[in-house]
């Protein structure tokens, strides 16, 4: 009996510590507390940029400005900041863009100049451009007008004989693409205006172009034509003219600006009248 009963106690403490252990490794250990890393944020400096795409020539407004953060360690010396000067935003507006501007473009001085000092017009010419002035005449209509910035080819109308009592003409097309810098003093357009009323369009192109320009000028009509914008970066190319554009007839020219279907022309005594 005795045997037995120490068999059964035997077998019953061995139960109970197998059953403890299950219980023991059942239990969910604890878990580790997460350790939080400091996240530190990297040093910034606003800068001036472009709330908006600003075209070349464009006049910029102070909504045209605004101030964004940006990396120290990626502020370029010529970026305009505001702990160096606080107060860039305002002293800019009216200020004329030089280069075209993206959207959140950085600004530096070197793009933007004062339309109030002299020689701003040479600085909106290309390297190796002349400015050259045209006249114009008014568009009375609402068909519009060609304004600063925008595109056109210059063709050039003139004699080419007579027939009888009737004279004959010959249409050939001079120069493409050419930049429009002003009409008049304006080199920009304006936010509340869709036409440029004026007498005279100043023109950028390069030195043989403006002798090609002129000698048409004596010679006929010549018609500034816009160009869409859709195609206003193709390369401006020059088409040659006849050996005889080198000589002037003495005519006094007439300049005829055709925009979107409605034509103005500034004529003189003298010059040939085209239909």
Known sequence: MNLVRVSIL??????????????????????AAPVIQEIVKAP?????VAASD???????????????EW?????????ITRKNDPNAAEAFAGTIARF??????????Q????????????????????????????????GGFILPNDRVDVLLTRQAGE????????????????RVLAIDQSVSEADDKTVAIGKTATLEMSLPDAETFLRAVREGTVTLALRSMADAETDPNLIPL???????????????????GTESQAGSAGGADYE
């Not at 219980?23 to 878990?31: F, I, S, T």
């Not at 075209?100 to 001085?109: D, F, I, Q, T």
């Open 71 to 79: 990396p120290e360690t990626a502020v370029n010396s010529q970026y």
């Open 54 to 68: 600003i075209a070349v020539g464009k006049r910029v407004g102070k909504s045209d400005l605004r101030w964004q």
């Open 163 to 178: 027939r009888g009592q009737h004279s004959s003409y010959s249409s050939s097309t001079l120069l493409l693409n050419i």
């Open 111 to 142: 793009k933007l100049i004062d339309y109030a000092k002299s020689g701003f017009m040479s600085a909106l010419l290309a390297p190796g451009m002349r400015a050259i002035s045209t006249k114009i005449s008014p568009e009375t209509g609402a």
């Open 100 to 109: 075209s501007l993206y959207k959140g473009e950085p600004v530096s001085a």
């Open 44 to 48: 910034t400096n606003d800068v001036l």
């Open 242 to 260: 006849s050996s005889d554009h080198s000589r002037s007839n003495g005519r006094t020219s007439s300049v005829r600006v055709i925009k979107y």
């Open 10 to 31: 035997g077998l019953a403490l061995l139960a109970a510590g197998l059953a403890a252990f299950v219980a023991r490794n059942l239990v969910a250990k604890p878990e």
